[in-house]
Structures are given as structure tokens and as C-alpha cells.
């Protein structure tokens, strides 16, 4: 018998702002509505049991909560977190979990918080902060449908992306990662990073099915995920279609990366 | 003495624009001639606050102002005293302005004796500079919209920076079940720590919602003994020595004998009975019982104060339309939420809800908030209640509800406020009440419907803020 889903949140209680639990909640019900068997696993401070996971998730925390989580980050979890990616295991990491995924994230005041270094991208804290509706044309390799992704994100860092990486999309409306090279988030295999709140899940289901298919194929321990029975989207799809024509209506006002 | 020109102008000028406003019926003019009046003179504040002789009393916190202030003004003035005060929630500092213009003479006097505003937290400060209170009311800090007030932390300090700002002789009430405030209010003179020790209504856990879990000293975990609501309960830190501070006042027990009722007793042998329901209300109640106390207020003049009150603007009001009795239910954040719920489901047993969640800027535009409010307390509760899904981001609603649990045929998605409204109608039968939960402007958009119906009137009518 196959032993349930295993996901992982990692400091549910310290970064758990932005109601981001709502992507624990998309994956554990689409699971739970194919009849598959899910443990939501806590992750917590000091050693843990990241390894045995096959999705790992981590959102954003007010910052008193994210400095002391970086710290605990790089000094118990950094050689698990990398045997979990390289093993295959799925990653979502939101806005303050985004940033800790590459090498470090500087400050206003120039201090510099080691990230996990398991991605090559590098973050700092901005002028202002963006906050607003965002849409995102969501990379081809993801073959979502609708090809986009809705989200809200308020943010006062910004990301950039090594040469060998790419974004999770690129922007329609809103900042996304720094206003600048038009990206949204990073996607690397099966390691997803983004700054879209919303929550992001819930109404961009066919990215929900892509996590959880990748998580899935970990379990199995099979190379290429295997496509999941389809669900009734209605309600999903409606919000997602309203959410983007709310953006839509925004687009000029909300912060518009220069493309190059 | 030689009247202030220059305050005289304002108070005019304000007072005409007020007039002007409401000719041109732009929202009952609460804040505009605050705007007018400080564009003439930007001290009008400031020179009007001293002349209240009662002195002036502020009420902020996340949750729970507007009930709170509407208490304590309405049991100063059952003592004979006339009160001015911001009833129609406009409690940024012009606001506050346009109050104390609206109840000045000509001359730049106040025709009141005292004042009671509630202050938005962020306004807090300015506030203390310009009014000089002699008490401040701190009711709690729970989660708000985050992407208008920045994150909570940075809400507590600015708080407490506006509190070590008083002057002398001031007094603090402050709800230190609540470790934000208890640890922003730590050491200040004036404290009057208060709380709740009843053990009737505890929830099992901290709530999803909750958001002090680590000790606002040392950043160790808290360890809580009794969770009354979100966060607030007793507590003490893990690692060091902060605690819950023994409370001055105490509410010993909580009884809920209605949805819209409740009998407190104090520590100090009270017996208050108010009609607004809910335990968050009794945080509200009590603190403004405590404020009257520190006041000098006796405790029969108190209580009476207490029981005159009735609940405004959407704070479980309730009205009839198209044949159905409505509860009102204004929620604004996840721990607000949570408590409306809470009290719908287990002191009303409603049936029927209509939610409605708007994204506007006063509601707070990002709506992940809902993913915090356990909404799965409608798929658990043993009613089956059914849902109308209203507002700007009642799809979010109905996504938010799905995956709650709810089976879709019992919500039902209507953005329309007026078609929401008739739906809720048709869908409760003729003997209940229909529980209407809103944020602040979807609240406002079912107001409006309602009273085209004819069903309320406008809610500024009560705001002494717009004579």
C-alpha cells in the first residue's frame, strides 16, 4: 500500500502572515478529493524531518519572527532542505520563504541574512513596498490551464535571479520579483519560489495539481509526475477569471516592470 | 481674553463645510471639515482639547473601538455632563477634528464638558499630541488588513512610543490579556492592567488566527493557560519572566444568556448587563466599565451607563427587510471574523448567513485574510447552515467556503448587495434570523440597500461628528 502524501509546513506558527495556510489547505483538499491519503507534517524550530517530506511549504512572517526563522533555517535545516531538492521533493516557498531559498537577503540598513543557498538568486530590501493585484503568464514548461496565475503581493524586497535560473512567469500586471526584468517568482525543477500571496493556490488550481502531481511522483519515486484525475474547477476557475479581470482594471497603477 | 482668529476661522469654515457636505449628501460629512478646519488653522485641535474641562479620553486597538467608545461617552453623559465624541467610526486625527469643531461655538469654545474619541492605532500619536488626553483605552491588537497598517509588530511599538508620550497623571487602561499590549505598556505610569478571569467561554487553543505566540521580550514561545479569543487569555513566556500582570479589574464571569445579551460580574462586585453579545463584546463592555471606575465613576452609575447602551452601525443591529429579521455583523479582520462566527453559530444557531467581503481599500485589499478565519466552523457545526457568498470578492468567498468543507449546493454566490439580500430573504424561513457578516464597505453597500428599502436610516444620523 502507498503510505500517505507527505507535506511539510515549515513554521506554521511564525510564518503563517498573509494567510498563506490557504495553500496547505488546496493541496491537503485536492488530495483528499482523488482519494489520496495526506499528512500535513509541522516543521518547527531546531532538527526535523524535512527529508521524509514530498512537498515542502514555507510562506512569510512579520519580520521579528523571519529573522529569528533564518537563523534556525541555515543552522538545522540547510543540509536536509538540499537532499530534499536534489532527491526530488516539491518546494513552495512564498515571499519571506522565497528570499531564504537563495544566498542571502540584505536589509535596509545593509545587514545580511544568510539564505539556504539551494537557488541562485540573491534578494534586498527595496525603496518602497508593492502592494496591489498581480497576473502572471506562468512559464510554458508548467503547461497550465488557464495559463495564468493570480495573486496578491506586498512586498518590500526585491529578487534577482542568477543566469542559470528562471521565473515562475513573467508579469502582466504588478512588480513581481524587482520591476525590472519583467519576472515573476522562480521555478527550478520542482522547487517553486513566488512572492504572490492571495492566497496563491486556491485560485490558480491547475499550479495546485502540478505541485501535488510533483509531490506525488517524490513519494512513488517515480522521474516524471503523472497527470491527476480532473475536478470540478467551477468555483476555482470563476474566482481566478474575477481576480484577474480585477488586476486587469488596475494595470497603469499598479508598479509596471520596464521590460528590456 | 480675545478670541483665536484664526481658530474662529477654522471652526467656521469647517462648520460650513459640514453644512455643504451634507446639502450635497457626500457621506454625512465626518471628515471633511476636519480637513477644512486644519487647512486653516492646523492647531484647531490642539487649542480646542484643552478648553473640554471633563478632559479628554482615547480608545484604540484593533477590535472593538467603536462599541467601546460608544459605551463610556453614553454612560459619562447619562451623569449629566454633556460628551463629545466620534460616534461614526471617522477616527483618524480629522476625524477627531471635525468632532470638536462640529461642537465648538463660533468663538472657538466646546459646548461639551468632555470628550471620548476612539483613535485608528496608527492615528494614535498624533492624537496624544494634540488632544493631551488623561486616559487612553488600549482594547487589544489582533490582525488587521496588513497592507494598510504594515505588520502588527511595527503597530505595537507605534503604540507604545504614543503611550510613553502621555502627559503626567495620565492613566493606561490596557486589556493585558492581550501579550501585545501587555508588552507596550510594561513599566508606564498610570497603568490600570485589566482582563478577563473567567473560565466560561475558553476556546480549546490558540486559534489559527492568533498571532502573539512568541514573548514580546525575549522571543521565546508563550505558554498559554486560558485562550478567551485569538491571542488573548493568560500567559506567561517560556523562557523569562514576562507573564500576564495581575489585572486592577478582573471580569470573574461571562454569562451569554442571548446572541445579543450579556451578565458580567467584576472583581469588584459588579453585576453588568449589556445588550450587545458575543465575548469579544464583553472585552468591549468591560473595559469601558473600567474606564468609568478609574474615571471616578461609581459602580450603580456605571452599570446603568452600560445597560442604556445600544449597538450602532452594522455591530449586531438588527432590521427587518422583505420580511426576515437581519443580525448585522461587522468583521474587519480574521480574529473579528472568527468571533462573529463564533457567536452566530453557538448563541444564535443560524441557519442562514449572508457573508459579504469587500476588497476596498478600507476593507484591506488583499482578501488572503480569509484563509486565516476558520470558516470550517460552518462545515462542523451540526445546523448545515446556507451560505449567500456577496461582495466585490464573493467568489474568493465561495472558493475560501469549498475548501472549508461547505458542500456547494448550500452556498449560493450573489455580488449583487440587493439580490444577496433578497436571496438571504428567500432562503431563512420566516421565524429566524438571517446572519449578515460583512466587512466595513460591504457593510456600508448593504446599508445602503437596506435603506432604499426603508429599512434603516442612514448610520450618520447618530454621529454627533455631522450636527
Known amino acids: 500500500m502507498t503510505r500517505p502524501l507527505r507535506i511539510g509546513h515549515l513554521y506554521p506558527d511564525a510564518m503563517n502572515i498573509y494567510g498563506d495556510i490557504g495553500n496547505i489547505r488546496a493541496l491537503q483538499q485536492r488530495a483528499r478529493w482523488r482519494g489520496v491519503d495526506v499528512e500535513v507534517v509541522a516543521i518547527e524550530a531546531g532538527p526535523a524531518e524535512i527529508a521524509a517530506c514530498d512537498i515542502l511549504f514555507m510562506g512569510g512572517g512579520q519580520d521579528r519572527d523571519q529573522s529569528r526563522i533564518f537563523r534556525d533555517f541555515t543552522d538545522f535545516k540547510r543540509s536536509d532542505m538540499e537532499r530534499a531538492v536534489n532527491d526530488g521533493a516539491a518546494v513552495l516557498a512564498v515571499c519571506g520563504g522565497y528570499q531564504l531559498l537563495g544566498h542571502h537577503y540584505t536589509d535596509a540598513d545593509g545587514n545580511q541574512l544568510e539564505g539556504l543557498g539551494i537557488l541562485d538568486l540573491r534578494s534586498s530590501a527595496g525603496h518602497d513596498r508593492w502592494i496591489g493585484n498581480v497576473v502572471v503568464e506562468a512559464a510554458e514548461e508548467l503547461h497550465l490551464q488557464p495559463g495564468t496565475l493570480v495573486g496578491f503581493e506586498n512586498h518590500g524586497g526585491r529578487t534577482w535571479l542568477g543566469p542559470g535560473l528562471r521565473p515562475l512567469g513573467r508579469v502582466v500586471v504588478g512588480g513581481g520579483n524587482n520591476g525590472e526584468d519583467g519576472g515573476e517568482g522562480v521555478l527550478h525543477g520542482r522547487v517553486i519560489g513566488t512572492y504572490l500571496h492571495g492566497s496563491l493556490l486556491p485560485k490558480n488550481p491547475a499550479l495546485t495539481d502540478w505541485v501535488l502531481a510533483a509531490g506525488m511522483a517524490h513519494r512513488d519515486g517515480e522521474g516524471e509526475p503523472a497527470t491527476l484525475s480532473p475536478l470540478d474547477d467551477g468555483a476555482e476557475l470563476e474566482a481566478h477569471r474575477r481576480a484577474e479581470d480585477l488586476a486587469m482594471g488596475e494595470r497603469g497603477r499598479a508598479p509596471v516592470p520596464r521590460r528590456r | ?467
Not at chain 2, 455643504?20 to 490642539?46: K, M
Not at chain 2, 496608527?122 to 491588537?141: F, I, K, S
Not at chain 2, 485562550?227 to 461571562?254: E, K, M, N, W
Open chain 2, 1 to 467: 481674553m480675545t478670541p483665536d482668529l484664526r481658530l474662529t476661522a477654522a471652526v467656521a469654515s469647517a462648520k460650513a463645510a459640514a453644512a455643504t457636505s451634507r446639502l450635497l449628501r457626500r457621506g454625512g460629512g465626518t471628515t471633511i471639515p476636519g480637513d477644512v478646519a486644519l487647512a486653516v488653522d492646523r492647531g484647531t485641535l490642539r487649542k480646542l482639547a484643552p478648553k473640554l474641562r471633563g478632559g479628554t479620553v482615547l480608545v484604540t486597538g484593533t477590535n472593538g473601538k467603536t462599541t467601546t467608545t460608544g459605551i463610556l461617552a453614553g454612560a459619562l453623559e447619562a451623569s449629566g455632563e454633556r460628551v463629545l465624541t466620534n460616534r461614526s467610526g471617522a477616527n483618524l486625527v480629522y476625524g477627531l477634528v471635525a468632532a470638536a469643531v462640529a461642537d465648538a461655538d463660533l468663538r472657538g469654545r466646546p459646548r461639551s464638558h468632555a470628550a471620548v474619541f476612539e483613535v485608528d492605532e496608527l492615528h494614535l500619536d498624533r492624537a496624544v499630541e494634540e488632544t493631551r488626553p488623561r486616559m487612553v483605552v488600549v482594547l487589544n491588537l489582533l490582525r488587521d488588513q496588513l497592507d494598510r497598517s504594515g505588520e502588527l509588530e511595527t503597530t505595537a511599538a507605534r503604540i507604545g512610543d504614543a503611550l510613553r508620550k502621555l502627559p503626567d497623571g495620565a492613566r493606561i487602561v490596557a486589556n493585558v490579556d492581550d501579550p501585545l499590549v501587555a508588552g507596550q505598556v510594561r513599566g508606564l505610569t498610570g497603568l490600570v492592567p485589566i482582563g478577563v478571569d473567567a473560565t466560561d467561554f475558553l476556546l480549546p487553543g490558540l486559534p489559527h488566527a492568533a498571532d502573539a505566540r512568541a514573548c514580546p521580550v525575549c522571543n521565546a514561545p508563550l505558554a498559554f493557560s486560558r485562550v478567551v479569543l485569538a491571542h488573548c487569555g493568560t500567559y506567561s513566556c517560556t523562557s523569562c519572566d514576562f507573564a500576564r500582570p495581575a489585572p486592577d479589574y478582573a471580569l470573574t464571569r461571562i454569562k451569554a444568556p442571548s446572541i445579543d445579551t450579556l451578565d458580567l460580574d467584576t472583581s469588584d462586585g459588579a453585576h453588568l448587563h449589556a445588550h450587545v453579545g458575543g465575548v469579544y463584546n464583553a472585552y468591549n463592555v468591560f473595559a469601558a466599565y473600567a474606564a468609568l471606575r478609574t474615571l471616578g465613576v461609581d459602580q450603580q452609575q456605571a452599570a446603568r451607563g452600560i445597560e442604556q447602551f445600544q449597538p450602532r452601525f452594522g455591530r449586531q443591529e438588527t432590521l427587518r427587510l422583505h420580511g426576515r429579521t437581519m443580525r448585522l455583523l461587522l468583521a474587519k479582520n480574521p480574529a473579528g471574523f472568527d468571533e462573529v462566527l463564533r457567536t452566530a453559530d453557538e448563541l444564535g444557531h443560524a441557519t442562514t448567513y449572508l457573508i459579504a467581503i469587500n476588497d476596498r481599500v478600507a476593507d484591506g485589499r488583499d482578501v488572503s485574510w480569509l484563509w486565516d478565519v476558520d470558516f470550517e466552523r460552518l462545515a462542523r457545526t451540526q445546523s448545515t447552515p446556507r451560505i449567500v457568498a456577496a461582495g466585490t470578492r464573493a467568489h474568493d468567498l465561495a472558493v475560501r467556503l469549498k475548501y472549508a468543507g461547505v458542500p456547494g449546493e448550500r452556498i449560493h454566490v450573489e455580488t449583487d448587495p440587493q439580490r444577496a439580500l433578497q436571496h438571504a430573504a428567500d432562503t431563512a424561513t420566516a421565524i429566524e434570523e438571517v446572519a449578515v457578516l460583512a466587512t466595513y464597505t460591504a457593510m456600508l453597500d448593504l446599508r445602503a440597500v437596506a435603506e432604499r428599502a426603508g429599512a434603516v436610516a442612514a448610520f450618520w444620523q447618530d454621529g454627533k461628528a455631522a450636527p
